[in-house]
């Protein structure tokens, strides 16, 4: 068999990602998605916000975070959705983890939570945004301590809300990835 038709051959049985397919999208494995003893790859999209919901300090960032990127690169995704347990599991991550702290997915094992988190979020923007992900220099104990107070204090000093803060402003639904499953909880209240 010719040397070139072995590699074509070879290049079938490659995953998608080895062959560079998924237009932006990436592939975890998930162990609840067997067919006949084959594990299938669940897509999860790239570049998602994971935030608490009710909280109106996330809400308005996640607000101004969709008005600032003009590129559309970032996603978003409520914690508390069904649609976020997939992003958890890949990251190893229970929901009470990311339910005081935000989890930005990157990419295939590529995540971070917290201070470090909304920085990389930063970096996505178009300047002048992008340029204060350089506050990245600065200790991570000492912006998780401020990240962490703040947290710690949202409902008190911001509030909380009964329900998902989005679904009172359904033009932002189209950035998130779990806006069916959010569209349905809203048609049932």
């Known amino acids: 068999m010719d040397i070139r038709m072995k590699r074509g051959l070879a290049s079938l049985i490659k995953t998608p990602i080895e062959r560079g397919w998924g237009n932006g999208l990436r592939c975890f494995n998930s162990s609840s998605s067997v067919l006949k003893?084959?594990?299938?790859p669940t897509l999860l999209q790239p570049r998602v916000l994971l935030y608490d919901a009710?909280?109106?300090l996330c809400h308005r960032g996640v607000k101004?975070?969709?008005r600032a990127d003009k590129d559309r690169k970032i996603k978003f995704c409520c914690v508390q959705s069904d649609t976020a347990e997939l992003y958890l599991r890949a990251c190893g991550l229970e929901r009470e983890d990311?339910?005081?702290?935000?989890l930005f997915v990157e990419g295939l094992n590529v995540y971070s939570q917290g201070s470090t988190a909304a920085l990389r979020v930063l970096s996505h923007l178009p300047l002048p945004y992008s340029a204060f992900s350089a506050l990245c220099?600065?200790?991570s104990p000492l912006r998780d301590g401020v990240y962490n107070y703040v947290a710690k204090r949202r409902y008190e000093w911001f509030g909380k809300a009964d329900d998902y803060l989005v679904?009172?402003?359904k033009?932002?639904?189209?950035r998130f990835i779990d806006r069916e499953e959010l569209m349905s909880r809203d048609k049932d209240s």
């Not at 003893?37 to 299938?40: I, W």
């Open 37 to 40: 003893g084959v594990t299938t």
């Open 54 to 56: 009710v909280s109106h």
């Open 64 to 66: 101004w975070v969709i």
């Open 98 to 102: 990311v339910l005081h702290r935000i």
């Open 137 to 139: 220099v600065i200790p």
């Open 167 to 169: 679904l009172q402003e």
């Open 171 to 174: 033009e932002l639904l189209e």
